[in-house]
């Protein structure tokens, strides 16, 4: 998924946290959650600076992916979550218990939708192997620098809208849209 369908998947886990576990959390205390949740959702895509980087002025061949890295491993996010629910423990703040269990949410969802054709690597550390519901379809070759933002675009219009993703996740933004504008 792209950045629509995983801000998109965040805001609807937010959502269902907040509905399933509601709580006596003033108005603007759950806006901020529902913000936080719903960037959560693109939190594990940060590596893709640092995979910029890495890529920017090195165009040989690569066998990498912005998925190997530390933010695309689920365990990385359920302790960051847990120690931030632990401080919201230690601090008696009913907030800070729910930011972490936000972030938890958001960032999952971005693992759920990419466990659909790219693969995430569920049981690392322990192991590297990555599960996937289908196989990822191959990007076109193109001569663009690896991880560049044209390299982007030529992926998003030669092959992205071909891949079941894609369309899962036109579906995904339209139900969190009429979500949101439900509650608007």
């Excluded at 959702?41 to 690569?62: M, Q």
């Excluded at 890295?69 to 423990?89: D, E, N």
């Excluded at 044209?150 to 992205?160: A, E, N, S």
């Excluded at 894609?166 to 579906?171: A, G, P, V």
Aim: proline share 4%; aromatic share 14%; net charge positive.
């Amino acid at each position: 998924m792209v950045l629509p369908g995983h801000l998109a998947g965040g805001y609807l886990a937010t959502i269902a946290l907040l509905t399933v576990f509601p709580s006596d959390l003033t108005i603007n205390q759950i806006n901020t959650l529902l913000i936080i949740g719903t960037l959560a959702g693109e939190f594990p895509d940060i590596d893709l600076l640092f995979f910029n980087l890495k890529y920017r002025h090195n165009t040989a061949n690569r066998n990498d992916s912005h998925r190997n890295y530390i933010t695309h491993i689920p365990f990385f996010w359920l302790v960051s979550s847990l120690i931030v629910v632990i401080i919201g423990i230690i601090f008696n703040s009913t907030f800070t218990k729910y930011l972490g269990w936000v972030i938890l949410a958001g960032t999952w969802s971005h693992f759920i939708l990419d466990s659909i054709e790219y693969g995430i690597r569920w049981f690392a550390p322990i192991s590297n192997k990555r599960f996937a519901i289908k196989l990822e379809v191959p990007e076109k070759p193109t001569s663009d620098r690896p991880g560049s933002l044209k390299q982007y675009f030529h992926f998003l219009v030669q092959t992205y809208w071909k891949m079941s993703t894609f369309w899962l996740e036109i579906i995904v933004t339209i139900v969190a849209i009429c979500i949101l504008a439900r509650h608007l």
